[in-house]
Antibody
Framework: EVQLVQSGAEVKKPGESLKISCQGSGYTFSTYWIGWVRQMPGKGLEWMGIIFPGDSDTRYSPSFQGQVTISADKSITTAYLEWSSLKASDTAMYYC????????????WGQGTLVTVSS | EIVLTQSPGTLSLSPGERTTLSCRASQSVTSNYLTWYQQKPGQAPRLLVYGASSRATGIPDRFSANGSGTDFTLTISRLEPEDFAVYYCQQYGSSPQTWTFGQGTKVEIK
């Protein structure tokens, strides 16, 4: 069974750093792209970026380029989303997703990680 | 960048009714890379339809979708209580690689 299991909720202060994770199982992790999707409170879905764990090829949405860093460690089948300096506007639910290459959709979603940034 | 506009924003309907949700793209969607997701409160989105018209595994046949180019629709033939949710369309663009979501249509109980 394919699963994407994300790390738990985080409460941080503005200016702090954060790295959240997404561990894949039930499939060959290194052969599927893993993406990240943001959902701000009460709002819609926004694609942030995507990584191919096999070679760490990474693409970012222009809206998120330079704001976050996406990485992966295929040896432990885990992808990461990282901030170096959080802002209150980063408060959101973050989902990791697996890309299905043939039709370019996201077939599996993690359960979400809620990040709250507040002073 | 392609913008997806979903309409209406909210639908107030009763169980058993039929409904059609619209997703319009600002430019033609490449190769029908148009996907629909369903999201219930407190849950992650769930894949419903990919390739503009192919139902994902386990999705009931009361859900159907079609369209091409810039106009796409998702139809629920007979609303069940579990279908009240928010529905998002999404498109993929290849140059550069981007995934764009519509703003969502909320289907609520009347």
């Amino acid at each position: 069974e394919v699963q994407l299991v994300q790390s738990g909720a985080e409460v941080k202060k503005p200016g702090e750093s954060l790295k959240i994770s997404c561990q894949g199982s039930g499939y060959t992790f290194s052969t599927y792209w893993i993406g990240w999707v943001r959902q701000m409170p009460g709002k819609g879905l926004e694609w942030m970026g995507i990584i191919f764990p096999g070679d760490s090829d990474t693409r970012y949405s222009p809206s998120f380029q330079g704001q976050v860093t996406i990485s992966a460690d295929k040896s432990i089948t885990t992808a990461y989303l990282e901030w170096s300096s959080l802002k209150a506007s980063d408060t959101a639910m973050y989902y990791c997703v697996r890309r299905q290459y043939r039709w370019n959709y996201f077939d599996y979603w993690g359960q979400g990680t809620l990040v709250t940034v507040s002073s | 960048e392609i913008v997806l506009t979903q309409s209406p924003g909210t639908l107030s309907l009763s169980p058993g009714e039929r409904t059609t949700l619209s997703c319009r793209a600002s430019q033609s969607v490449t190769s029908n890379y148009l996907t629909w997701y369903q999201q219930k409160p407190g849950q992650a989105p769930r894949l419903l339809v990919y390739g503009a018209s192919s139902r994902a595994t386990g999705i009931p046949d009361r859900f159907s979708a079609n369209g091409s180019g810039t106009d796409f629709t998702l139809t629920i033939s007979r609303l069940e209580p579990e279908d009240f949710a928010v529905y998002y369309c999404q498109q993929y663009g290849s140059s550069p690689q981007t995934w764009t979501f519509g703003q969502g249509t909320k289907v609520e109980i009347k």
